[in-house]
C-alpha cells in the first residue's frame, strides 16, 4: 500500500469517466488537462483536435459560456476575458491596433474606454479622433479625413444614452477601410445584434447585464471565424482570461436575460415617462421617449425578441440647478436605490458620472462631451416600477 501522504495527494481524483450527463455545466477549476496517448496532447496542442489542457488556453466551463453568448448573438465565435476593458483591449488588438494606427471612436463613449484611448494607446502611439456618431455626416468626414483602423462605439452610449446608427455607421466605415467595434452591453442580444449589421468584433461587459447579479466580473467579444485565431491567441500572451468559477455564473445568468431585460425595459419606459414629468429633472435621456433625438432610430433598430420595439434599462436624467452638492445628498436620501459604480443588476442602481464612471476625464472633458455636474445615470432594475418611482420621489423631494 502506498503511503498516507501520497494516497492523500491523490485519493478520488481522475476518476473513471461517467455515462451520466449532468443537467447544469460543472465548474471544472483545473489548470491542466491530462491525456493517456501523448499524441492526442500533442494533438490537442497543436490544434489538430480539440480538448483542454491549461486554462490559459482554455476551460470547458468558459467554453460553455462562450457556445451560449455565440449563439445568442448568432455568430461563429465568442472569446472571454477578466473584465469588460480587457475584452475591449483584445478587440482593438485583433483589429490591428498598434503604434502608427489611428481610431474613430464615439466621443460620448463609457469613461474607461475613453481614458484607454486617450491615455494609455495614446502613450503607444495610437491616435484617437472622437466624434459624435449620431452626426453621420462628421463621422463620415472624419473617416475620409484620417483613414482610421477601426470605428469604435457603442450601441446606446454611457451615460448620455445616445443611438448609433450601426448599420449606417458599419457602412460608412467599411467604405473607408475601417473595421467596427460595437459595445452592444447596455442592449445586450435581447435588442440588438451588431453582426447582423455588419460590424466586426462585439464587445460585452459580462458583468452587466448578462450576469445580472453583480456577481460576476468579465467581458466577452463575439466575431466571425476569421478572427478566432488572432483573438485564441493574443489571449494565450494577455493572460487576462474569464474564471471557470465566474463563467459558470455568468452562464447561469445569460438563461434569464431575456426574462430580466423584458421588465428592464418596460419598467426603465415608465420610469423615464415619470421623470420627464418631474419639476425638479431639467432632461431626461431615454431613446424610449418621443422626445429623444434618436428616437426613431432606435424605435427602427432596437427590437426584442417578439419584434416591438424596446429600448433597455439605462436612464440618465439631470436634476435642474444642481451641482455636485446636491446630487450627493439626492444619491444619499435613495433608500430603495442602491448607489453603485455598476448597472445592469437585477437590483436599481444610481451613478453619478462625474464622481465614478467619468472622473477620469477632466472637467473640460466631461463638458465637451455633454456630461455635466447635474447628470445622473440610473440603471433600472427588476423591481416593481411603482416602488422605484417613489423612492425618486422622496429623494428629489426632500429638499
Known amino acids: 500500500m502506498t503511503s498516507l501522504f501520497t494516497r492523500a495527494v491523490h485519493a478520488g481524483e481522475r476518476l473513471p469517466a461517467p455515462d451520466y450527463t449532468p443537467t447544469t455545466t460543472p465548474i471544472h477549476p483545473a489548470v491542466t488537462y491530462l491525456y493517456d496517448a501523448m499524441e492526442d496532447l500533442d494533438a490537442v496542442l497543436g490544434r489538430a483536435r480539440d480538448g483542454f489542457v491549461y486554462r490559459r488556453y482554455g476551460n470547458p466551463t468558459t467554453h460553455a459560456f462562450e457556445v451560449a453568448l455565440a449563439d445568442l448573438e448568432n455568430a461563429d465565435v465568442a472569446l472571454t476575458y477578466a473584465s469588460g476593458m480587457a475584452a475591449m483591449v483584445a478587440a482593438l488588438l485583433a483589429a490591428g491596433v498598434q503604434a502608427g494606427a489611428r481610431v474613430v471612436a464615439a466621443r460620448d463613449c463609457y469613461g474607461a474606454t475613453y481614458t484607454l ?195 433597455g434599462g439605462m436612464v440618465s436624467f439631470v436634476i435642474r440647478d444642481a451641482g455636485q452638492a446636491q446630487v450627493r445628498r439626492f444619491l444619499e436620501r435613495a433608500r430603495l436605490l442602491l448607489t453603485g459604480t455598476s448597472l445592469g443588476d437585477v437590483y436599481s442602481l444610481l451613478l453619478y458620472p462625474v464622481m465614478a464612471s467619468h472622473r477620469a476625464l477632466t472637467p473640460a472633458q466631461r463638458a465637451l462631451v455633454g456630461i455635466g455636474e447635474g447628470l445622473v445615470r440610473l440603471s433600472v432594475g427588476i423591481e416593481e416600477p411603482a416602488d422605484i418611482i417613489a423612492d425618486l420621489a422622496q429623494a428629489l423631494e426632500a429638499d
Open 117 to 311: 484611448l486617450d491615455r494609455l494607446l495614446k502613450e503607444q502611439g495610437v491616435t484617437t479622433h472622437f466624434v459624435d456618431v449620431t452626426n453621420l455626416d462628421e463621422v463620415a468626414a472624419v473617416l475620409r479625413a484620417t483613414a482610421p483602423t477601426v470605428l469604435v462605439c457603442e450601441t446606446i452610449s454611457n451615460p448620455l444614452l445616445k443611438v448609433a446608427n450601426v448599420p449606417a455607421l458599419v457602412n460608412l466605415a467599411h467604405a473607408a477601410g475601417a473595421m467596427v467595434i460595437v459595445d452592444s452591453t447596455f442592449t445586450t442580444p435581447y435588442l440588438l445584434r451588431p453582426l447582423e449589421h455588419g460590424a466586426d468584433f462585439v464587445v460585452h461587459s459580462v458583468t452587466k447585464y448578462i450576469g445580472g447579479h453583480d456577481d460576476v466580473l468579465g467581458g466577452a467579444v463575439v466575431t466571425g471565424r476569421v478572427h478566432e485565431a488572432r483573438l485564441t491567441d493574443q489571449l494565450k500572451m494577455l493572460g487576462a482570461n474569464f474564471s471557470p468559477f465566474e463563467a459558470w455564473l455568468a452562464l447561469r445568468g445569460l438563461k434569464t436575460l431575456p426574462l430580466r431585460m423584458r421588465q428592464h425595459c418596460a419598467s426603465a419606459l415608465q420610469v423615464a415617462a415619470w421623470l420627464g414629468a418631474h419639476p425638479r429633472v431639467a432632461q431626461v435621456n431615454y431613446p424610449g421617449l418621443p422626445g429623444h433625438p434618436q428616437h426613431a432610430v432606435a424605435a427602427q433598430l432596437l427590437q426584442a425578441p417578439d419584434g416591438q420595439s424596446a429600448y
